[in-house]
């Protein structure tokens, strides 16, 4: 499949999307506890499972 056949917006909105939840992880774990300690662990935890998944895929 060459490089133009697939535009700019598919080929990166995946990672942007996961690098978004990781930064809004990081944000949430900044900010304090109770509630925002579970968003931290989602926001963060999500990004290392699908990297994880990715290896295992291999």
């Known amino acids: 499949m060459s490089h133009a056949s697939r535009s700019t917006t598919k080929i990166f909105a995946w990672p942007a999307l996961i690098a978004l939840l990781g930064a809004l992880g990081l944000f949430a774990a900044l ?28």
């Open 31 to 58: 900010l304090g506890d109770g509630a925002w300690d579970g968003l931290s662990w989602v926001g963060l935890g999500l990004p290392a499972y699908l990297a994880l998944r990715g290896f295992w895929r291999r």
